[in-house]
């Protein structure tokens, strides 16, 4: 497919994004199944401007005021992807594939830029909504760390420690060009692509393939380092999903002691046995998902409860843009209440002394720091134990500032921490 071509594509695909609201993902392939000419490279090259659009959408819509799908396009292809205008010009020439040549506003558009006066959620590219939310967490700077996870995200790896080393898959992955993470000790990073360039498929790698590394966000590695679990300790990951987060305890536990992975929805917990088999993690027993009855051998007995929660996925917006314009507060309220849910049925598996750690990949207050109020004032035989503490244990590198100000849970953000929006805060139940 020529560029034109494909500009065309992502037109179409936005379109019908606008219609149906669905995912992104679900229309992406729905549009690929139905023109079987274009190679996986044009698919990938729509793909990424159609969520370069979406990640952008209110900022790119402000200043061409116009909010069309072609608008956005026309936008993203000048200010995420580089073009300069009069090349979009060029491109948008009306001929056979290609969209309708430009208009006199629309070149107009392509040449202004954004007003410092539009409001913050438009300046950050998040929902006008939610702009309460982001000026109570980060104040001034809402609009930058919306902003921030509104770009694209780098691809960041765990080298698995049961079977490899950092240096060791260094060299394996050394045509992709990693870098060390600047915090997790054992992660790897791979910096975005721009435009139409195709983003490492690093899970089809050999390396991957023999279990020595797993896709994971750095922060999501922090999170799970801080929760203090090691050697010969009991350990349960309550919302282990796909097991992400189980994976790295296992390691982080080298095999040892027993780490317990649950989830309420059994169909999540689906991947996990091929990925324990991988990453050669023994010491894991996968309850039978949705079956609390299960989880009551283990009142009282926890050294750490770890609580990755179900949330509004703000944290990840720069992975799944689609998903923020998608939110609804009737959607955010149904999350809270599963926290809130989830974080009590944990509270009675810690053993004294013990630590809950609560995890979310939401930057909004409602979902962090609201929730561990909530959860200390129904359970007042837990304290809030300051999160450097916890960072400290586990990290060698000095411990940043919590993008919201907070010495007493963390906040991770793309603009102060380059990983995706994280939150972590560690309840230690009293002796």
């Known amino acids: 497919m020529t560029p034109a071509g494909r500009a065309s594509a992502a037109i ?20 690929g199944t139905a023109h079987r000419f274009a190679g996986s490279g044009d698919r990938a090259a729509i793909g990424s401007l159609v969520f370069d659009c979406l990640r952008q959408r209110a900022s790119l819509g402000a200043v061409m005021e116009d909010d069309s799908p072609r608008a956005l396009v026309l936008r993203a292809l000048a200010s995420a992807w580089g073009m300069s205008p009069e090349s979009v010009d060029t491109l948008f020439d009306g001929k056979r594939f290609a969209p309708d040549p430009l208009t006199d506003a629309e070149r107009a558009g392509l040449a202004r830029a954004l007003s410092p006066d539009v409001p913050a959620a438009v300046r950050g590219d998040y929902p006008a909504w939610l702009e309460e939310a982001f000026a109570a967490v980060f104040g001034e700077d809402a609009a930058a760390e919306g902003a ?31 870098q060390p993470t600047t915090y997790a000790p054992h992660g790897l990073r791979i910096a975005p692509r721009q435009g139409p360039a195709r983003t ?8 991957h393939g023999k279990g020595w590394l797993e896709v994971q966000d750095e922060g999501s590695q922090i999170a799970a380092a801080m929760t203090g679990a090691g050697r010969r300790e009991q350990v349960i990951d309550l919302c ?15 095999n040892t002691g027993q780490l317990y992975a649950y ?22 027993q996968v309850l039978e998902g949705g079956v609390d009855a299960g989880l009551a051998p283990l009142t009282g007995r926890m050294d750490r409860v770890v609580i990755d929660a179900p949330c509004s996925g703000s944290g990840t917006w720069r992975r799944r843009p689609d998903a923020k314009w998608r939110l609804t507060p009737e959607m955010l309220s149904a999350r809270m209440a599963e926290q809130a849910a989830v974080l009590d049925a944990g509270a009675g598996l810690v053993k004294p002394g013990g630590w809950l750690t609560y995890i979310t990949c939401s930057v909004l207050p409602g979902e962090n ?16 134990k300051p999160w450097r503490e916890a960072w400290e244990g586990a990290i060698e590198i000095d411990a940043p500032a919590s993008a919201d100000g907070s010495d007493e849970t963390l906040l991770m953000t793309p603009r102060s921490h380059g990983t995706d929006g994280f939150f972590v805060a560690t309840l230690e139940r009293r002796a």
């Open 12 to 31: 179409e695909v936005l379109t019908d994004l606008a219609a149906r609201k669905r995912p992104a993902s679900e229309a992406l392939k729905d549009w």
């Open 148 to 178: 921030a996870l509104s770009v694209r995200a780098p691809v960041d790896l765990r080298v698995n420690t049961l079977k490899a080393n950092r240096d060791k898959v260094l060299k394996a992955l050394a045509r992709f060009a990693p």
């Open 200 to 207: 490492p498929h690093v899970e089809a790698d050999a390396a």
């Open 240 to 254: 282990a999903g796909a097991g992400g987060k189980t994976l790295a305890l296992a390691a982080a536990m080298e």
């Open 263 to 284: 989830d309420a929805n059994r169909m999540r917990l689906r991947p996990m046995f091929d990925r324990l088999r991988r990453a050669g993690a023994r010491n894991v």
């Open 369 to 384: 720091r609201e929730q561990v109020d909530g959860f200390l004032a129904r359970h007042p035989e837990f304290g809030l």
